[in-house]
């Protein structure tokens, strides 16, 4: 079985730093993907961050980046120079081929300016 | 682009009543998801359609609950009779699978949050 674990309930960061959200995954497959997403108090789901299993590098996108490590099995996402709009619950989920996404049980993060 | 269109975005209703929820799939992509989101339970997938067929129904709480895509650019999830336990928000989400690539990324529509009285 699948399995997306989250264990930083909340937090809280000053503007302008760096925030590490952890997250780590069990599974037994070879072939899969971490996503993360972003659910501001507003309620939509925001698509932030891919990595592909077999992905070499770790993927970047704008302020974002994962790091991961296979050996671990996590995937934690990094943000630098946090943002007052980045308040907001973060998700860090597994999908496998184009089946249902496992999801965490999120972390909420609150910038603190 | 258009993204992922959900309708209505709120919803209130009386217990016993039907509710319909729609969502209309970013175009192009061939997979469509029905989640729900609670406190309690989190986000947990209720079904999901692969070119229209649905692929995984095990999450659909009971036979009061049914979805149906009658094309690649429609669905719908409706609950019959509607039950307080059911208040939640419903997310549609959509992905374009291609065999000879990983898992897609899914995009989520604005939710619909119903409220059964």
């Known amino acids: 079985a699948q399995k997306i674990t989250q264990t930083q309930p909340g937090m809280f960061v000053q503007e302008k730093e760096a925030v590490t959200l952890d997250c780590t995954y069990d599974?037994?497959?070879?072939?899969?993907?971490l996503f993360w997403y972003k659910q501001p108090s507003s309620g939509e789901m925001i698509f932030l961050i891919y990595?592909?299993?077999?992905?070499?590098q770790n993927a970047t996108e704008g302020r974002y980046s994962l790091n991961f490590q296979k050996a671990r099995k996590s995937a934690n996402l990094v943000i630098s120079a946090s943002q007052l709009g980045d308040s907001a619950m973060y998700f860090c989920?597994?999908?496998?081929?184009?089946?249902?996404?496992?999801f965490g049980t999120g972390t909420r993060l609150t910038i603190i300016p | 682009d258009a993204g992922v269109i959900q309708s209505p975005r709120h919803e209130v209703t009386e217990m016993g009543q039907e509710v319909t929820l729609r969502c209309k799939p970013i175009?192009?992509?061939?997979?469509l998801f029905w989640y729900r989101q609670t406190m309690m339970r989190g986000l947990e997938l209720l079904i999901y359609?692969?070119?229209?067929?649905?692929?995984?129904d095990s999450g659909m709480p009971e036979d009061r609950f049914s979805a149906k895509m009658p094309n690649a650019s429609f669905s719908t999830l409706k609950i019959q009779p509607s039950e307080p336990r059911d208040s939640a928000v419903y997310f549609c989400?959509?992905?374009?699978?291609?065999?000879?690539?990983?898992?897609?990324?899914?995009?989520f529509g604005p939710g619909t949050r119903l409220t059964v009285l």
């Open positions: 989400a959509s992905s374009q699978f291609l065999l000879d690539r990983g898992p897609d990324t899914q995009y």
């Open positions: 599974t037994s497959d070879q072939s899969y993907g």
């Open positions: 990595q592909g299993s077999y992905d070499e």
């Open positions: 989920a597994m999908g496998f081929g184009n089946e249902k996404l496992t």
């Open positions: 175009s192009g992509h061939n997979s």
């Open positions: 359609f692969n070119n229209n067929v649905p692929i995984d």
